[in-house]
């Protein structure tokens, strides 16, 4: 019984003696709940804070003698990770970290286990828990038994946890070593003259100049960022030298500057090491060295791609911000655009090959945009994709579609020296009188082979469907004088569908009434028709020019019909009692009389 008796300094009745790894806040709880203290912090009030983080001297004498430890024994046991110095700075004691799976083994604290980047336990290679799973609470060291939440009193040996891939546990052991072992470090990871603390903290820092914190979210990932900053010393310099080769879109790997940062709040050996760590740091920085960089990888500017597809730079970054490159990483608030590779300049440039605008196909066949609507509301030629029209403005054609049709009419078209008895199309189509030109219904039949004769075209001319030919029995046929097919017909509005035109442009009425300029700008003046501006350079209102091609009729399409020169018909109709109005055009109406008066009345001479 004497034995149990505490001497006069000695607060325990049962001294216990420190495990192997053993943290000193651990084993003052240890010691409480074996000798039924509830308070185990009483042992070190006025001595040091709770949960104890750094051992000065007058705790290094009192402690042992209170707790009943032989001084040499508690020395060694925790000068390492409590006292002074590059040791403690490694350790977080905010909240009490444990390993399930150890504590089931040997109910006792880690010290490792509170190493603030040690996110698994070297022993069960359990991922650390902080938080009660009972409660949810999170573990702190307000509690007299290691293994039970200071909460809710659950038993923390039975919690279950993640547990280390196996493939990690043969590179991390070397980490643990730096911090379970004694000194020296592990002689595979050489770096200097560095202690193991020191080399730790230097795996560490590389760890998360890789990967910041922001990006670690859980345990497991920092588990990785940790095996990254170990594979990257024992790779060093082949390692750094290749992040200082990265190609990606930035001035520099962001782990240069990260590492700088650490580099300048460290002092000594450490401070040294992490300086020859970033030595392979390249030395042109900025955006100089990005563009050394990108030029020399084959990449190309904004400016140097549009020069390289012809067009604009707005229009260029109108394409991306549509998606035709995908989703691009943005660079600040105007960088979205600043690089491109061969590869990109060839999907903009596919994309661009894929459409055509209306317009300038008109232009090259020598057509006019109404009349491209006609082909388009027949299915002979299609739009494209929705990507290309919310990218460019103005109706738009698919280009695989437009250049079959060419190459069908090409194929069909008869290159003809001597065009005597041949019409051309443009002046045949007067013939079915003010309106849409039914571009598509002759069309179809040349390419049906129904069009006697076919298309021709001026010999070494390249096809123009707008300066094609027809023959004499091809106009016949057409028109209703010939075969069984019925008279061809000018386009009802209605049957363009969504291709309706709302306005057309000078030359398209032009087109629509069969007239001169002149002309147009007679009615023009007198209010048939009306532009759907106030300027000069607005176009026509569609629906006023319908509405006046349905009543009159013009000198041109009357000399169609009569097959007459133009000038002629004004002549022959002088004093008939057929006179033009004021506008310049002949009542539609009137028309059977017209050109019987024509076939029947001599010319009056001047």
């Given at each position: 019984?004497?034995?149990?008796?505490?001497?006069?300094?000695?607060?325990?009745?049962?001294?216990?003696?420190?495990?192997?790894?053993?943290?000193?806040?651990?084993?003052?709880?240890?010691?409480?709940?074996?000798?039924?203290?509830?308070r185990p912090w009483d042992f070190v009030g006025g001595v040091v804070r709770w949960p104890p983080v750094v051992l000065r001297s007058e705790a290094l004498q009192q402690l042992p003698i209170s707790l009943g430890v032989d001084r040499a024994v508690f020395d060694r046991a925790f000068r390492q990770s409590h006292t002074p110095g590059f040791g403690s700075r490694m350790m977080i004691w905010g909240r009490r970290r444990i390993s399930p799976a150890s504590l089931r083994q040997s109910p006792y604290h880690r010290t490792h286990w509170q190493v603030r980047a040690l996110r698994f336990c070297p022993e069960s290679w359990q991922i650390l828990i902080d938080q009660c799973p009972a409660c949810d609470e999170y573990l702190t060291w307000f509690t007299r038994s290691v293994d039970?939440?200071?909460?809710?009193d659950a038993d923390l040996q039975h919690a279950e946890a993640p547990y280390v891939p196996e493939e990690y546990r043969r590179e991390l052991s070397l980490v643990a070593q730096l911090v379970t072992e004694p000194p020296p470090a592990p002689a595979s990871i050489d770096f200097g003259p560095l202690t193991a603390p020191e080399l730790f903290e230097l795996i560490v820092i590389a760890g998360r100049c890789l990967r910041p914190s922001r990006e670690v979210a859980s345990p497991m990932q920092a588990v990785e960022s940790l095996l990254g900053g170990l594979r990257l010393i024992q790779g060093f310099p082949t390692?750094?030298?290749?992040?200082?080769?990265?190609?990606?879109?930035?001035?520099?790997h962001s782990f240069f500057r990260r590492l700088a940062c650490h580099a300048n709040y460290r002092q000594g050996r450490l401070k040294a090491a992490l300086q020859a760590l970033g030595s392979p740091r390249p030395a042109t920085l900025g955006m100089q060295r990005l563009r050394e960089a990108r030029l020399a990888q084959g990449f190309m500017t904004i400016r140097e791609l549009a020069a390289k597809l012809r067009i604009e730079r707005a229009d260029l970054r109108r394409l991306i911000d549509v998606g035709v490159l995908g989703e691009r990483a943005a660079r600040g608030r105007h960088r979205a655009c600043d690089w491109f590779s061969s590869e990109d300049a060839g999907q903009v440039e596919s994309f661009l090959k894929g459409r055509v605008s209306a317009t300038a196909w008109a232009r090259r066949m020598s057509l006019t945009v109404v009349d491209v609507r006609n082909l388009l509301s027949a299915g002979l030629l299609s739009e494209p994709s929705e990507m290309a029209r919310v990218a460019f403005s103005g109706l738009q054609l698919d280009a695989e579609i437009a250049v079959k049709l060419e190459s069908e009419l090409a194929a069909l078209a008869t290159p003809v020296a001597d065009l005597s008895g041949w019409i051309p199309v443009k002046q045949a189509l007067r013939r079915w009188g003010g309106g849409y030109k039914p571009w598509a219904a002759l069309l179809s039949a040349a390419l049906s082979r129904y069009l006697p004769g076919g298309l021709a075209l001026p010999e070494g001319m390249d096809l123009r469907i707008g300066d094609a030919w027809i023959s004499q029995e091809a106009l016949e046929c057409l028109s209703g004088e010939a075969g069984s097919q019925g008279r061809m017909s000018v386009v009802p509005p209605d049957a363009f569908?969504?291709?309706?035109?709302?306005?057309?442009?000078?030359?398209?009425?032009?087109?629509?009434?069969?007239?001169y300029p002149a002309d147009v700008a007679r009615?023009?003046?007198?209010?048939?028709?009306?532009?759907?501006?106030?300027?000069?350079?607005?176009?026509?209102?569609?629906?006023?020019?319908?509405?006046?091609?349905?009543?009159?009729?013009?000198?041109?399409?009357?000399?169609?019909?009569?097959?007459?020169?133009?000038?002629?018909?004004?002549?022959?109709?002088?004093?008939?009692?057929?006179?033009?109005?004021?506008?310049?055009?002949?009542?539609?109406?009137?028309?059977?009389?017209?050109?019987?008066?024509?076939?029947?009345?001599?010319?009056?001479?001047?």
């Amino acid at each position: 019984m004497s034995s149990l008796v505490a001497t006069p300094m000695q607060l325990v009745a049962l001294p216990l003696a420190p495990e192997p790894q053993e943290s000193l806040a651990g084993f003052l709880c240890r010691v409480a709940h074996w000798n039924v203290i509830h308070r185990p912090w009483d042992f070190v009030g006025g001595v040091v804070r709770w949960p104890p983080v750094v051992l000065r001297s007058e705790a290094l004498q009192q402690l042992p003698i209170s707790l009943g430890v032989d001084r040499a024994v508690f020395d060694r046991a925790f000068r390492q990770s409590h006292t002074p110095g590059f040791g403690s700075r490694m350790m977080i004691w905010g909240r009490r970290r444990i390993s399930p799976a150890s504590l089931r083994q040997s109910p006792y604290h880690r010290t490792h286990w509170q190493v603030r980047a040690l996110r698994f336990c070297p022993e069960s290679w359990q991922i650390l828990i902080d938080q009660c799973p009972a409660c949810d609470e999170y573990l702190t060291w307000f509690t007299r038994s290691v293994d039970r939440c200071q909460s809710c009193d659950a038993d923390l040996q039975h919690a279950e946890a993640p547990y280390v891939p196996e493939e990690y546990r043969r590179e991390l052991s070397l980490v643990a070593q730096l911090v379970t072992e004694p000194p020296p470090a592990p002689a595979s990871i050489d770096f200097g003259p560095l202690t193991a603390p020191e080399l730790f903290e230097l795996i560490v820092i590389a760890g998360r100049c890789l990967r910041p914190s922001r990006e670690v979210a859980s345990p497991m990932q920092a588990v990785e960022s940790l095996l990254g900053g170990l594979r990257l010393i024992q790779g060093f310099p082949t390692s750094v030298r290749e992040l200082a080769r990265a190609k990606a879109n930035r001035a520099e790997h962001s782990f240069f500057r990260r590492l700088a940062c650490h580099a300048n709040y460290r002092q000594g050996r450490l401070k040294a090491a992490l300086q020859a760590l970033g030595s392979p740091r390249p030395a042109t920085l900025g955006m100089q060295r990005l563009r050394e960089a990108r030029l020399a990888q084959g990449f190309m500017t904004i400016r140097e791609l549009a020069a390289k597809l012809r067009i604009e730079r707005a229009d260029l970054r109108r394409l991306i911000d549509v998606g035709v490159l995908g989703e691009r990483a943005a660079r600040g608030r105007h960088r979205a655009c600043d690089w491109f590779s061969s590869e990109d300049a060839g999907q903009v440039e596919s994309f661009l090959k894929g459409r055509v605008s209306a317009t300038a196909w008109a232009r090259r066949m020598s057509l006019t945009v109404v009349d491209v609507r006609n082909l388009l509301s027949a299915g002979l030629l299609s739009e494209p994709s929705e990507m290309a029209r919310v990218a460019f403005s103005g109706l738009q054609l698919d280009a695989e579609i437009a250049v079959k049709l060419e190459s069908e009419l090409a194929a069909l078209a008869t290159p003809v020296a001597d065009l005597s008895g041949w019409i051309p199309v443009k002046q045949a189509l007067r013939r079915w009188g003010g309106g849409y030109k039914p571009w598509a219904a002759l069309l179809s039949a040349a390419l049906s082979r129904y069009l006697p004769g076919g298309l021709a075209l001026p010999e070494g001319m390249d096809l123009r469907i707008g300066d094609a030919w027809i023959s004499q029995e091809a106009l016949e046929c057409l028109s209703g004088e010939a075969g069984s097919q019925g008279r061809m017909s000018v386009v009802p509005p209605d049957a363009f569908a969504r291709y309706r035109p709302a306005t057309l442009s000078w030359g398209e009425v032009e087109e629509v009434l069969n007239c001169y300029p002149a002309d147009v700008a007679r009615v023009l003046a007198m209010g048939f028709i009306r532009r759907t501006g106030s300027n000069d350079d607005a176009n026509f209102d569609a629906a006023s020019v319908e509405e006046f091609a349905v009543s009159y009729v013009s000198q041109l399409e009357i000399s169609a019909l009569a097959e007459i020169p133009s000038r002629m018909v004004g002549h022959k109709l002088r004093g008939t009692g057929l006179e033009r109005t004021e506008t310049g055009f002949w009542r539609r109406t009137g028309l059977s009389e017209i050109l019987a008066a024509l076939a029947t009345h001599p010319v009056v001479p001047g």
